[in-house]
C-alpha cells in the first residue's frame, strides 16, 4: 500500500534529480561550445535557457545572455525555479515528504547531494571551476540513482520513481530537439559547414551521446543519423524511444501490481507503438518540427494523466 | 574531573571517587586522547547531519534545520538505580491512565474531593466530549514521557509527565546506534541494556489498542503535521521504523464510518493513528475549524469505535502542571500506594498563601506557566536579572492561576566533551513507557538532555541544550 502523496513525491523527486543532470549536460555543451566559437556565444546561451524554458524568467532579470550570467542563473539562482539549486532543494524536499518509502541509502545519498551541492552553490561560480562544478552536480546525481538501483525493492515505490526519471529525461531530449530542429533539416546537411559540426557535436553532448554515436557511426556525424539516433534509437538511453520503453515497462508493472490498468496506460502504448513503427525518413517527410511539438505535449498530458490515475493530489 | 562546586556529579558523586556505574567508563576515558575524542565527537555529528537528524525551527527560513548537539560521554545509571525509576514510572503512569478514565467517566476523584473541582471544569484540556468514552483497552496515554531529575545520590524527582504527545524518542535510539558505531569496544566491555526494542513494542502498544472490530494485522498511520513541524524528523523516523504509513491532515478522509488515506489504489481503512498533532487540531468539525491538520469528523468515528487515536483526545489533562501537583495524591487514590517517586515541591499560585510566598522568594524559583512547554515562559529567579524578575512579578499578578512555583533544584550533572576535557554539566532524563490493555513496557534509559552552558539548568533542544545516550547497566 503507498500513499498517493508518497508516489507523487518520489515521482517528482526523481524528475528533479533528472532535470539537474539535463541542466548541467546543457552547460557543459554550452560551455564548450562558447571556448570554441565565441563570436555567436550569445545565441548559443539563448538557446540553452530556450532548452530549459527559463528565457522568460532570465530575462526578468537580465538584459544580456552571458556564460557568467547564464552559468550562475541555471546552477544557483533562486529566483529560477529550474536552476540546481532551486531543483534539488525541491528533490530533498520530496525525498523528505516520502522518506519511510526509501531506503536508508537513498535518502543519505539525496540528503548529502543537497548538502554538499548547496555548500559548492553558495558563491558566484568562476569560470575556471565550471567544469569542475558540472562534474560535481553530475556525480551527487548519479550517488542517489545507484542507491536506488543498489537498495529499493522492485515494487510499486521503484516504478514511480523510474516513470518520473523517464518523463523527464523524455521532455528534456525533445525541449533539445525542440530548439535545434532547423539544424538537422536535411537542406541544411547539403551545406555542411565547418560551423554546423560544431552544433551537432553539442547536441550530441547535450545528451552526453557524442562517444556513442561515434562508437556506433564512426566519425561520419550528419543530421539524419543524430535525429534517428536522438529519437528512435532504443540503445541510446536518451533517446525518446529508450525513455517510453521505460515508461511503459514501469507501468505495466504498475498495472500487474495492481491488477488494473489506467487511461495511463492506453496513452503511453500508444506513443510507444507511434516511437517504434516511425522511420527517421517518415518523421522527415511529415515534419520534424511538428512531431517534435507533438510529442512534448503528450508527453506532458501522460503525466498529468499519471497523477490523476494514481491519486498523487487527490 | 574535579567536583568544586558541591552538586552531585553522576560520575565523581559529592566528592573525588568515582561512583560505581562509572568504574569501567572511567578507566577507559582516563586513557583516552581529548584530541581523538573530539575528533569523533566532530564524527558523530557528521553522521547526524548525514542521517538527516534534525530539528526544525520555526519562523528560520535558511537555517531552517539544525542538529541537536550530542555530546559522546554517555550518561550511566545502574541496574539497582534504574529498577527503582521504573517501578515509579509504571506506578505512575497507571495511576494516570486510571485518573484520565474515572475523569471521563464517574470521577470519583471529584466526588472523594481529592482534587478541586475547577481543576478539570476550567482545564482546556480537559473534552467534554470524551466524556463516557471508553479507549480500546481502557488505555490513553499509549505513549509517556515522564521527565525525572536527580538531586543526589538517592534523590529523584519527576519533574513533568509528558502524556500527550510526548518527543525524542527517536533520539534515544539514534543516540545509541551512533555510540554504537563509534565505540563498539565499550559496549564489549561494559554490559549495557538494549533500547533497540522500542519500535517492536510501539507497534506491539498501538496493535494491541486497535478497535475491536480489526481481526488481522492492523493498519498503523503516524499522523504528523508535516515536514515544517520542528519534530519531523521523528515522526518520519517511527513511521518508518514501526512499518506504518506517515499521513498528513490532507491524505485523510471520513470514509464509511473509518478513517481512509489516500493510496495510490484508492480510499484505505487505518486501524490505529498515532497522531503528533495537538487535539485541537485533529478535527476542525469539533475542534478548532480552521486546523487542515487532522480529518474534518475524526472524532466522531473515534466516538464511534471505528479507529484508534494515541495518545486518545483529552490525555493532556494529565500532564498539565496544575494537575502535576496533585500526583502524589492520584497515585495514592488510584493504586493505594504512596507514589515511588516524588514530586519537586509546587506551589499553586492559585492559592493566595502560595502565591504570597512565591512573589516574596521569586529569586530563589523557578516560576512556569501551567500549561507552557519547551522551555518558553518560564523564570528562573537565580538567574534572571531585576527586571526581568519585575516584567514576571507582573504577569504572575495579573494571572496568578496561570502559574506554578518550585524551587530551583541542584540538579545532578554529568560530565560532557568540551575544549578543555570532560567538564560537569546539568542534565535530566526523560524515559518513555509504553502501555498495552495487559502491560507497561518502559524502556531502560530514555533520553538524557543536557544544559551545555556552564552552571545553566535550562536543557530544552529549543533553549541550546544537547542529549547525551544514557547506558543503564545490566546487573
New interface residues.
Given amino acids: 500500500?503507498?500513499?498517493?502523496?508518497t508516489?507523487g513525491g518520489l515521482y517528482w523527486m526523481f524528475r528533479y534529480l533528472e532535470r539537474s543532470g539535463n541542466t548541467t549536460r546543457l552547460l557543459d555543451a554550452g560551455f564548450r561550445m562558447s571556448l570554441t566559437r565565441s563570436a555567436s556565444a550569445q545565441n548559443e546561451w539563448r538557446s540553452v535557457l530556450e532548452t530549459t524554458s527559463a528565457t522568460q524568467v532570465f530575462s526578468e532579470h537580465y538584459e544580456e545572455a552571458d556564460l557568467i550570467k547564464v552559468i550562475d542563473f541555471l546552477l544557483r539562482d533562486r529566483r529560477n525555479p529550474s536552476s540546481v539549486l532551486s531543483v534539488m532543494k525541491a528533490a530533498r524536499?520530496n525525498a523528505?515528504?516520502s522518506?519511510?518509502a526509501l531506503t536508508?541509502e537513498v535518502?543519505?545519498a539525496i540528503?548529502?547531494a543537497w548538502?554538499q551541492l548547496r555548500a559548492l552553490l553558495a558563491r558566484p561560480i568562476r569560470e575556471r571551476d565550471v567544469p569542475e562544478v558540472l562534474s560535481a552536480i553530475r556525480q551527487q546525481g548519479s550517488l542517489v540513482r545507484g542507491a536506488l538501483h543498489g537498495t529499493m525493492l522492485r515494487n510499486?515505490v521503484y516504478n514511480?520513481s523510474r516513470i518520473g526519471t523517464f518523463i523527464e529525461r523524455a521532455d528534456s531530449t525533445a525541449r533539445i530537439l525542440d530548439v535545434k530542429y532547423y539544424l538537422l533539416l536535411p537542406s541544411i546537411s547539403l551545406v555542411g559547414s565547418a560551423m554546423d559540426a560544431t552544433q551537432w557535436e553539442m547536441i550530441l553532448r547535450s545528451v552526453s551521446a557524442n562517444r556513442s554515436y561515434k562508437w556506433l557511426n564512426g566519425a561520419d556525424i550528419n543530421p539524419v543519423g543524430i535525429a534517428d539516433f536522438l529519437i528512435l534509437d532504443p540503445r541510446l538511453p536518451r533517446s525518446l524511444a529508450f525513455c517510453y520503453a521505460k515508461i511503459n515497462d514501469n507501468l505495466k508493472y504498475l498495472a500487474k501490481d495492481?491488477g488494473?490498468r489506467c487511461r495511463s496506460h492506453e496513452l503511453s502504448d500508444m506513443y510507444l507503438t507511434g516511437l517504434r513503427e516511425h522511420s527517421i525518413s517518415k518523421i522527415f517527410d511529415s515534419g520534424l518540427h511538428e512531431f517534435i511539438a507533438d510529442f512534448i505535449r503528450n508527453n506532458n498530458v501522460l503525466g498529468q494523466h499519471i497523477e490523476e490515475d494514481?491519486?498523487f493530489y487527490? | 574531573m574535579d567536583n568544586a562546586n558541591g552538586n552531585f556529579d553522576e560520575m565523581m558523586g559529592a566528592g573525588q571517587r568515582r561512583r560505581g556505574p562509572y568504574n569501567i567508563y572511567g578507566d577507559w576515558i582516563d586513557a583516552q586522547d581529548i584530541k581523538q575524542l573530539r575528533r569523533k565527537s566532530a564524527e558523530a555529528k557528521n553522521f547526524f547531519r548525514r542521517t538527516g537528524i534534525t530539528f526544525n525551527v520555526y519562523g528560520d527560513n535558511e537555517a531552517a534545520e539544525r542538529l541537536i548537539p550530542f555530546d559522546i560521554i554517555p550518561r550511566i545509571i545502574s541496574g539497582r538505580e534504574w529498577n527503582k525509576i521504573a517501578r515509579g514510572i509504571e506506578q505512575r503512569v497507571r495511576a494516570i491512565n486510571a485518573f484520565l478514565y474515572d475523569i471521563y467517566h464517574r470521577q470519583e476523584i471529584l466526588r472523594a474531593g481529592r482534587i478541586p473541582l475547577e481543576l478539570i471544569a476550567d482545564n482546556d484540556a480537559f473534552l467534554p466530549q470524551m466524556i463516557g468514552v471508553s479507549p480500546p483497552g481502557n488505555v490513553y496515554t499509549h505513549i509517556v514521557g515522564v521527565d525525572i531529575v536527580r538531586t543526589g545520590e538517592d534523590e529523584f524527582y519527576v519533574l513533568e509527565d509528558n502524556a500527550r504527545t510526548p518527543s525524542g524518542v527517536s533520539y534515544m535510539l539514534e543516540n545509541r546506534e551512533t555510540m554504537l558505531q563509534m565505540f563498539p569496544e565499550l559496549f564489549s566491555k561494559i554490559r549495557v541494556q538494549n533500547v533497540s526494542d522500542y519500535p517492536d513494542n510501539l507497534r506491539r502498544s498501538l496493535a494491541d489498542c486497535a478497535p475491536e472490530q480489526c481481526s488481522d494485522r492492523p493498519t498503523i498511520a503516524v499522523l504528523t503535521p508535516g515536514i515544517n513541524n520542528s519534530a519531523y524528523f521523528e515522526h518520519s523516523f517511527l513511521a518508518d521504523q514501526i512499518g506504518a504509513e506517515l499521513v498528513e491532515g490532507h491524505d485523510l478522509r471520513v470514509d464509511n464510518g473509518r478513517i481512509a488515506m489516500r493510496t495510490t489504489q484508492g480510499f484505505e481503512p487505518i486501524d490505529v493513528i498515532y497522531r503528533r498533532v495537538d487535539d485541537n487540531y485533529l478535527d476542525p468539525l469539533n475542534f478548532r475549524p480552521d486546523s487542515m491538520l487532522g480529518a474534518p469528523g475524526m472524532l466522531d468515528v473515534y466516538r464511534a469505535g471505528g479507529v484508534t487515536i494515541a495518545n486518545a483526545p483529552g490525555t493532556g489533562l494529565a500532564d498539565d502542571k496544575a494537575i502535576y501537583s496533585y500526583l502524589p495524591d492520584i497515585v495514592e487514590f488510584y493504586t493505594g500506594e504512596t507514589s515511588l517517586l516524588k514530586n519537586v515541591p509546587t506551589w499553586r499560585c492559585s492559592e493566595s498563601n502560595s502565591l504570597a510566598y512565591v512573589v516574596e522568594h521569586i529569586e530563589e524559583l523557578v516560576v512556569k506557566e501551567v500549561h507552557g512547554s519547551g522551555g518558553y515562559g518560564l523564570l528562573v529567579g537565580p538567574t534572571s536579572s531585576k527586571s526581568e524578575i519585575s516584567q514576571f512579578l507582573k504577569k504572575l499578578k495579573a494571572r496568578p492561576g496561570n502559574y506554578i512555583a518550585q524551587p530551583t533544584l541542584a540538579l545532578s550533572t554529568v560530565p560532557i566533551l568540551t575544549r578543555e576535557g570532560l567538564a560537569p554539566r546539568h542534565v535530566d532524563l526523560r524515559p518513555f513507557a509504553l502501555v498495552s490493555p495487559d502491560r507497561i513496557r518502559i524502556s531502560p534509559g530514555g533520553l538524557t538532555r543536557v544544559a551545555l552552558k556552564k552552571g545553566s539548568l535550562v536543557v530544552n533542544s529549543s533553549q541550546g541544550g544537547g542529549t547525551k545516550d544514557t547506558w543503564v547497566l545490566e546487573e
Fill in positions: 500500500m503507498t500513499l498517493g502523496k508516489a524536499e523528505r515528504m522518506r519511510t536508508r535518502w543519505e540528503n548529502e548538502i510499486d514511480f495492481y488494473s494514481y491519486r487527490k
